[in-house]
């Protein structure tokens, strides 16, 4: 067996052998060298620019209306959410709160495809209603009310079948199945 060993030598290092291991041991020791000196804390003024940003991005009127926009709603007093809404929908256009609370207000007065159309352009603005993770999850309700939303298109199809506004909720509704298919798995 000692002499099966001696006969399998291991071949000897010519010279690219050694300068790629040269290259190897040198590129570890500037890795090594990168991630001990890497200075994690961020820059001095980098707090307050996010502190900032996230101020502008939500202002103390937009955060007081919506809040009052979910009393509203809450408490069931549509009659006065609506003119809230619309206000709060023509001032922040790339909001997406204010649509889903249009939807909801949509689903109370049993409108299930004007509520389907709120909760596309709401979906079209931010995706995370649909994100199972995410804190603003809404996939149960908005594929329920897609799924009442399927169940009026046909109905109004069924006694009028030329209804051109029909029609294009019935393609909006293929569109929200499409998006509830890629976003969440009720």
Known sequence: MLQNLNQRR?????????????????????????????????????????????????????????????????????????????????????????????????IRRQEPIAAMHAFRQALDLNLDYLEKKSPHYQGKKIRNTVREAEGAINTALAANPNDQARRESREEFRYMLRKLAGGCSD
């Open 10 to 106: 291991l071949p000897k290092w010519d010279g690219l052998d050694r300068w790629t291991g040269g290259a190897m041991l040198a590129l570890g020791l500037v890795l090594a060298y990168l991630v001990t000196t890497l200075d994690t804390t961020p820059p001095p003024g980098l707090k307050a620019k996010r502190a900032e940003a996230a101020a502008l991005a939500i202002s103390p009127e937009y955060a007081a209306k919506l809040k009052t926009a979910g009393q509203l709603l809450s408490v069931g007093n549509l009659d006065r959410l609506q003119p809230v809404l619309n206000e709060l929908i023509a001032a922040n256009p790339y909001q997406a709160e204010p649509l889903i609370m249009l939807a909801d207000y949509h």
